[in-house]
């Protein structure tokens, strides 16, 4: 086992100008959900290269790739996200992620006969909001394996994913336009009518637990100040400790957004972007295994750290986690004070301390799959 351990870490050493250069690369080509095309290449080429076998565009899903390397009985899957934030880029540093699973899966590909693996690296789009996972999970993705994993960044290092369920939903007003100063009585105010579901939202909060956050923006408020705007859209998210408290909770936002459309005479429309993130069900041997693991590479996890909050976001690896058994670890990259989501913690997500969690977390998880395969 000893001797497994070090080639593995010695693959990632020697493998890290090649994941560096990957990382970089993805960070400065950012592209959005459902769109990322060559990330999406960039990274199944990079297992390529190490011999995987590569189903790209896999289930039908033309950002999305299968890479396998092995025969062993042990099914391990990583899970590669690429997919940037609009506007931001990698400010929740996927191109880390990527570059993490792909450093992990290269370290493990000679050892996969010594150590019973089969290694299958699965190319996830769309997780800011899209629901890639949860698309390939009802395609009969994920099914089977023995162990699912992956290492996203974060400001500090955190074992456990805790992560609220969430829905995602696009809200759309119809009314009717009319110039704003001449005949404002002929129209129909599609932007009133979110600034009232608003407003709801924001006194419905006083009455809504802890364990729920509702958040969201308005992507179009209207075309001109003169003219009553007949259409207005935004997106919206419910976040909730279960996806049972999260239905309760979608109907009461829905009721906001409907009070907006009474108010006003305007017509509604609610359209869900992704099924629902589930919570994370966490697999604890691979966990314990991945702590004692990150740990020995002297990481140090810091649970009295506000920062540590990062593993509450949502995720579509929590959908895996309920089928399949499951870790999702965070990496810390030495952020602070910037956070995920933020610019600054984009420009954090390139640079000697993302290098080194980047090394890090390939090996723990890299580590962490040795452990569980032969024990």
């Not at 996927?94 to 290269?106: C, E, F, K, Y």
């Not at 859209?233 to 907006?260: D, M, P």
Request: glycine share 8%; proline share 6%; net charge negative.
């Amino acid at each position: 086992m000893s001797d497994l351990r070090e080639a593995a870490a010695r693959t990632v050493s020697g493998d890290a100008e090649r994941l560096i250069a990957l990382s970089e690369q993805l960070h400065a080509h950012p592209e959005t959900a459902w769109e990322e095309h060559q990330s999406s290449r960039w990274v199944a080429e990079t297992l390529s290269e190490a011999g995987f076998s590569v189903v790209p565009e896999f289930l039908g899903l033309e950002t999305a790739f299968l890479a396998t390397y092995g025969s062993g009985p042990f099914r391990l899957g990583l899970c590669a996200e690429y997919d940037a934030l609009p506007g931001l880029g990698h400010a929740c540093g996927h191109n880390l992620i990527s570059a993490i699973t792909v450093g992990a899966a290269r370290a493990l590909a000679p050892l996969a006969d010594a150590a019973g693996l089969t290694v299958e690296v699965y190319g996830t789009p769309a997780e800011e909001g899209g629901g890639g996972k949860i698309e390939l999970l009802e395609r009969g993705a994920f099914q089977g394996l023995d162990l699912a994993m992956m290492a996203h960044p974060a400001p500090v290092d955190v074992a456990e994913a805790e992560p609220f369920a969430v829905s995602h939903s696009h809200v759309s007003y119809r009314g009717k336009a009319a110039h704003a100063a001449a005949y404002p009585e002929q129209g129909v105010n599609a932007a009133d009518a979110f600034t009232l579901a608003q407003v709801a939202i924001g006194l419905l909060r006083q009455q809504l637990p802890p364990s729920v956050r509702v958040h969201g923006v308005m992507t179009n408020g209207g075309e001109a100040p003169n003219a009553i705007p007949a259409h207005t859209e935004g997106r919206w998210y419910v976040r909730a400790s279960s996806l049972a408290e999260l239905s309760a909770t979608e109907e009461k936002v829905r009721r906001c957004f409907e009070a907006g459309a009474l108010a006003t005479g305007a017509t509604l429309d609610i359209t869900p972007e992704s099924k629902p993130y589930d919570g994370f069900r966490t697999y604890q041997p691979a966990l314990d295994a991945y702590r004692r693991n990150a740990r020995s590479l002297g990481r140090v996890f810091d649970d009295a750290s506000p920062a540590r909050s990062m593993n509450r976001a949502s995720t579509d690896m929590g959908n895996v986690s309920q089928v399949v058994p499951a870790i999702h670890p965070y990496i810390g990259i030495g952020s602070l004070p910037a956070l995920n989501h933020q610019p600054e913690f984009a420009a954090h997500c390139v640079g000697a301390d993302a290098e080194k969690a980047l090394l890090d977390a390939a090996t723990a998880l890299a580590w962490t799959a040795l452990d569980l395969a032969t024990h």
